[in-house]
Structures are given as C-alpha cells and as structure tokens.
Nanobody, 123 residues
Framework: QVQLVESGGGLVQAGGSLRLSCTTS????????MGWFRQAPGKEREFVAV????????YYADSVKGRFTISRDNAKNTVYLQMNSLKPEDTAVYYC????????????????WGQGTQVTVSS
C-alpha cells in the first residue's frame, strides 16, 4: 500500500501562484506514473495533469495547459504541481495519485490516492 500525502494548498487571489507537493515514504513510487486530479463542490473529480515514471512525459488538461506545470523528484519521492495565473474556477480539492508507469487521464489508471488538499482562489 502506497500512502500519498498532499500539501501546499491554501487561499490565494486570482492571478497568484501555489505549488502543491505530493510525498510518500515509499521509494517504489519512482516506478509509478503520477497524476493530479481535482474536485470542485458539486462536480465530478477531473483530471489535471500527469507525469510518467521517469518524468520524461507530461500531459495536461486543456483548462490548465500553459498555467500549471507538473514535475517530480524521484530522489525525494515527491511530485509537484506548480500552479500559476490561478483563476477562481481552479478552486477545488486537489488529489495526487499513483498508477501505471505512464499514468493516464482516467481515475481507473491509478491505484493509490492521497487525501487531497484544498485550493481556494478568490476573485
């Protein structure tokens, strides 16, 4: 069982930035593709970004492309989501997940999930 812990959420004004982190004590996380998803109140959980096990491949949802950057440091067992130019519609609970080596955009592509961190963007 891989336990993932997100951090870095908070309240920020529109146009601001936040960096989310997802850490685990499991060294084997370096073998997993890692994804970020988010869920706003009353909405389904949606894909945000994914990075392959090596960090060589990334993919983003159209809604965040050009504003968010996913990266990983396998030596630190940590995945990051740098979020710039935040908008009120980015407000959600953000979850990281570990899955297949190249990840995916579907919930079913992932085996393990964190508990989430709240991001609130004020207008």
């Amino acid at each position: 069982q891989v336990q993932l812990v997100e951090s870095g959420g908070g309240l920020v004004q529109a146009g601001g930035s936040l960096r989310l982190s997802c850490t685990t004590s499991e060294r084997t996380v370096s073998f997993y593709g890692m994804g970020w998803f988010r869920q706003a109140p009353g909405k389904e959980r949606e894909f945000v970004a994914v990075i392959s096990w090596s960090g060589g491949s990334t993919y983003y949802a159209d809604s965040v492309k050009g504003r968010f950057t996913i990266s990983r440091d396998n030596a630190k067992n940590t995945v990051y989501l740098q979020m710039n130019s935040l908008k009120p519609e980015d407000t959600a609970v953000y979850y990281c997940a570990a899955g297949a080596r190249y990840g995916g955009i579907r919930h079913d592509d992932y085996y393990y999930w964190g508990q989430g961190t709240q991001v609130t963007v004020s207008s």
